[in-house]
């Protein structure tokens, strides 16, 4: 049988007033109170990936939303040029217009909802909301909960747990830390510190920040990388639709279709003018995607806009075409093809929307 | 419900001044932990709650059957007269229903290959069991028992829900430690007291078993898992990821340990010590008295000492050693990892039996900084042989297993490729803190030695763990590794 080596004076001591413990907290505070007195643009830490959701969290809490921000997956995260749309904005509206790409990788139409209802429940709301969509957006077999948690209220969480039984269990310890993260900011900027660590031992330079209206990381990295550069070809394209694929069918959900329903009553009850843009994919994807899919996916979302009374803005009226060299992949615009897609959105949809809103 | 859960946190919240409350009052204290504990096991599946009231009333009754209360009933004393039968019967049900679990697809499997090794094929019989989880605690916990009570070491438990409680006790119930009847029954049996000394020198257990967790062993996961996952991996990144994985290991299961310990202590109540700094051990005889302390004396007094340990002879007793390790490394799971990792310990444990004159002889020759430097070397070549067998236990199979060893042996690449960007410092970063710690440790005798330093320096590590948490905690709900076995 094993010995217990505690000593009873060594757990005598242990019995005594928690002095050191109190002293811990007021250090712990005085840590808090340092991070508070930070300059929140400083203390978010972006990176692509599950982190853009938190980030999009806190900057939204913490600092607040820009006048125009844009939603929807990294497609749509790709395809403007934040800095290029504002300059252009305040160009022909002769006022400074800020811009923060809000859209996250991956975003699903139910997750762009939880990223639309966050901003929108912040003291500083945006006025105007562009929301890229592309057919992924519907893509899926049900809705999916995890990274939409980032974004939930315990309120939130509790209406989820009742109207999807069983699926949002796991979603309750995200829940309660981003409560935490509201209540400290020595939590809530945990993921910079570790940024900040692995920037000073590995000598990387900090990240751009789209949502504070910087150029992406991959923008700013790879500005000219087009397809042929990136060596898409048919085959990774087949094996990249063919993860997506279900019994040979690109799977468009209904639920889907709702959360985007959602997402657009959310932004007029809130009071905020949003316009949903069809993203351009490469004529790549487009080949080896199922025939038809796309039209039928982009006419569900017409559907949905014209329902809701909110204007869908389909690549045809942009006049852009985007051919091979705009895109850094099969399904992401490279800066190039970012630049002109932004031009022509503010050219012939912001522009007028915002001279007329202001 | 893992240790590291909110959900826990709330459920913990709720037993522990319900229990304190309770404390005086034996059986209802003892009837609301019962309770908590077959909830907290229902939360992972309440299907498997019935196979561990098999085990409490096949041994409460064995129990009972082997020690019966005198005066007996004429039956009851000749059924009791019976008694290798009896243990015999708790045997076979405990280790039926283990080795149904945790076995049957692991052999069946190997019967198929073996049957097409003889030109025989026929499908693999396999039922894709889900393992219940603590299964390999709680049987052997409830064996032990069972042999005890046959050995005439403890009295038979009289009160069924007190016998319930031992096996099922919440803080060790799916990874250990493996208690002894004669420590925790009795413990079990009495009142306790819960104090404010209990509860802080408890609180500084969870909170210390709860960094080595989320901090140390979940960070040290990530470069682990990116090496493991990894198709063909450097030799430098392989050796990395050994050295990582045999800290993360035992972050996480002494992390473990010592939650559990903290937890009942709250509680009032103290269960073993299951590691105690085995990477200081110098030797691998020393290091298996320091790692997993309650299976390794469990194999001991239940296996390896029947089988014949050091009374029967040379040979007897090489054979009693290596089949002992190799059960051991089984009880892990079914996998040729798990047996290969026996055998290797086995052999290194036997390679140490023939060296030992030969070490005596230095040993005895030499000054006491001969001795120093030879327990020195005999601390760094015992981990490194520890190290090397963590290959075995990780890989994910045979093809994988042999894969590294080949990248690790034949190809001595130095590239990291493989790595993470961050592995280094992350290893590094571990390793210093482990070291820290164990060495302050080691100058304790234990981590209560934290309550004679000042209150200012106390307040220092409080603040540094409770940051270290904050910032560096993975706080994506990993489960703990030994809950698989």
């Not at chain 1, 945990?190 to 910087?214: D, I, N, S």
């Not at chain 2, 090489?318 to 051991?328: K, Q, Y």
Request: one cysteine or more; charged letters at 20%.
């Amino acid at each position: 049988m094993s010995r217990s080596s505690t000593s009873n004076s060594d757990l005598a001591r242990a019995g005594g007033p928690p002095r050191a413990l109190l002293l811990a907290l007021v250090l712990l505070g005085a840590v808090e109170l340092g991070f508070r007195l930070a300059d929140p643009r400083e203390m978010i830490a972006y990176e692509l990936g599950e982190q853009e959701y938190h980030a999009v969290k806190l900057w939204a809490e913490r600092i607040g939303s820009p006048e125009l921000a844009v939603i929807g997956s990294s497609r749509a995260r790709e395809a403007i040029d934040a800095p290029a749309l504002a300059e252009r904005l305040g160009a022909r509206l002769g006022r400074r217009v800020s811009v923060g790409n809000f859209a996250c990788a991956g975003g699903t139409a139910e997750e762009s909802q939880a990223v639309l209802d966050h901003l929108l429940r912040q003291p500083v709301r945006p006025a105007q909301v562009v929301y890229g969509v592309t057919l992924r957006q519907l893509w899926g077999q049900g809705l999916e909960f995890s990274r939409a948690a980032i974004f939930w209220r315990l309120a939130d969480w509790w209406r989820a747990y009742d109207a999807y039984v069983g699926r949002v269990d796991a979603s309750l310890p995200t829940v309660l830390r981003g409560g935490l993260e509201r209540i400290s900011a020595a939590f809530a900027y945990r993921r910079r510190v570790r940024q900040v660590l692995a920037e000073w031992l590995l000598g990387l330079p900090r990240r751009p920040t789209p949502l504070a209206g910087q150029a992406t990381e991959w923008q700013q990295r790879v500005p000219d990388l087009s397809l042929l550069g990136e060596r898409i070809d048919d085959r990774r394209v087949a094996w990249y639709v063919g993860r997506l694929l279900r019994g040979g069918r690109y799977p468009l959900d209904p639920d889907k279709v709702e959360a985007l329903r959602r997402t657009l009553r959310a932004a007029r009850g809130g009071g905020v003018e949003l316009v949903v843009v069809e993203l351009p994919l490469a004529a790549i994807l487009l080949r080896h995607l199922p025939a038809g899919v796309v039209e039928q996916a982009m006419d569900q979302i017409a559907a949905v806009c014209a329902q809701e009374g909110v204007r869908f803005v389909r690549l045809t009226e942009l006049g852009q075409r985007f051919e091979d060299a705009d895109f850094l992949d099969q399904s992401h615009l490279n800066r190039r093809g970012a630049g002109r897609l932004s031009m022509a959105l503010a050219d012939r949809v912001l522009v007028p929307r915002m001279a007329t809103s202001r | 419900m893992l240790f590291n859960s909110f959900l826990f946190a709330g459920f913990f919240a709720l037993v522990l001044p319900l229990a304190a409350m309770l404390a005086g009052r034996v059986r209802v204290r003892n009837e609301l932990l019962l309770v908590a504990s077959y909830v907290f096991y229902a939360c992972w599946d309440w299907r498997f709650l019935g196979l561990i009231w098999i085990s409490t009333a096949v041994d409460y009754a064995c129990g009972r059957l082997l020690d019966p209360p005198e005066p007996a009933p004429a039956w009851l004393t000749r059924l009791a007269r019976r008694r290798k039968f009896l243990l015999a019967s708790s045997l076979v049900i405990n280790l039926g229903l283990l080795g149904f679990f945790k076995y049957f697809d692991f052999f069946a499997a190997g019967a198929a290959a073996g049957l097409k090794a003889l030109g025989l094929t026929v499908d693999p019989w396999s039922l894709g069991l889900v393992l219940p989880v603590g299964i390999s605690f709680y049987t052997f916990q409830s064996l032990s028992y069972s042999i005890d009570v046959y050995r005439g070491q403890v009295r038979a438990e009289r009160d069924p829900l007190t016998f319930a409680l031992f096996v099922a006790f919440f803080p060790q119930l799916v990874a250990g430690p493996i208690e002894r009847a004669a420590r925790l029954l009795p413990q079990l049996a009495a009142a306790t007291r819960v104090s404010w000394t209990r509860l802080t020198s408890g609180a500084w257990l969870i909170g210390w078993g709860l960094i080595k967790k989320v901090v140390l062993a979940d960070n040290l996961a990530r470069v682990v898992d990116a090496v493991f996952s990894s198709h063909d991996p450097s030799a430098g990144a392989v050796l990395v990821a050994v050295y990582a994985f045999a800290m993360q290991i035992y972050c996480d299961f002494s992390g473990y340990s010592n939650m559990a310990r903290g937890l009942a202590r709250c509680l009032g109540f103290e269960i073993m010590v299951n590691f105690r700094l085995p990477f200081f051990a110098a030797n691998p005889r020393e290091f298996w008295r320091r790692w997993h302390i309650s299976l390794s004396s469990w194999l001991r007094d239940y296996l390896y000492i029947p089988l014949g340990g050091n009374r029967r002879g040379h040979w007897r007793n090489r054979l009693a050693l290596l089949l002992t390790m190799v059960l051991g490394g089984l009880w892990h799971g079914a996998g040729f990892g798990f047996l290969l990792w026996g055998v290797y310990h086995g052999l290194v444990l036997l390679a140490q039996r023939g060296l030992a004159p030969l070490m005596t002889g230095v040993r005895k020759q030499g000054g006491r900084l001969a001795q120093a430097c030879l327990r020195l070397v005999g601390i760094g070549l015992t981990f490194h042989l520890v190290c090397f067998g963590w290959l075995f236990f990780r890989a994910r199979d045979l093809d994988q297993l042999l894969r590294l060893l080949g990248n690790l042996l034949v190809d001595g690449s130095e590239t990291l490729s493989g790595l993470a960007p961050m592995a280094g410092p992350v290893v590094l970063a571990s390793a210093a803190v482990l070291l820290l710690v164990q060495l302050a440790q080691a100058a304790w005798d234990d981590l209560e030695g934290i309550w004679r330093l000042p209150t200012a320096v106390r307040a220092l590590i409080y603040t540094t763990m409770m940051l270290g948490f904050i910032w560096f905690g993975e706080f994506s709900g990993e489960p703990f590794i030994y809950f698989q076995f």
